[in-house]
């Protein structure tokens, strides 16, 4: 070989020691977490949680809203055929708009529907 100690990485003294290693090391160490990007929370990154809601509950929401619809309709008819003895037209048509009420708020809820906030009767 070429007879150059330096040549297969050790000193003259031989093979670099753990303390000058472990230096090293750390050095680098601190580097790197100079360059990384700041996570928030890594236990929150670990755990899926990004701040909203998670994708179950979020269904959850959704079919709570389009059930609580219907039940509300199916209330508010029945309680409307028995005090006017309308019997079973109160509680068809009642039914019938607590379900479009659910479907519209699921619709809200889902992006589809329009913004609470903004005036729709103008052009923008």
């Not at 000193?11 to 090293?24: K, N, V």
């Not at 100079?34 to 179950?56: F, H, I, N, T, Y």
């Not at 209330?75 to 028995?82: A, F, M, R, S, V």
Request: aromatic share 6%; charged share 20%.
């Amino acid at each position: 070989m070429s007879g150059n100690p330096s040549a297969n990485g050790r000193g003259p003294e031989g093979p670099p020691g753990d303390d000058d290693l472990s230096a090293r090391l750390r050095r680098l160490e601190t580097q790197l977490e100079g360059r990384r990007p700041k996570a928030a929370s890594d236990d929150a990154a670990r755990s899926g949680m990004s701040g909203g809601p998670s994708p179950l509950g979020q269904a959850m929401r959704l079919s709570t809203e389009f059930v609580a619809g219907v039940i509300a309709g199916g209330i508010l008819g029945y309680l409307c055929d028995h005090l006017l003895g309308t019997k079973p037209w109160g509680l068809m048509v009642f039914l019938v708009l607590g379900f479009l009420t659910g479907i519209y708020n699921v619709m809200r809820l889902s992006g589809f529907g329009p913004k609470p906030g903004k005036d729709h009767r103008q052009g923008s």
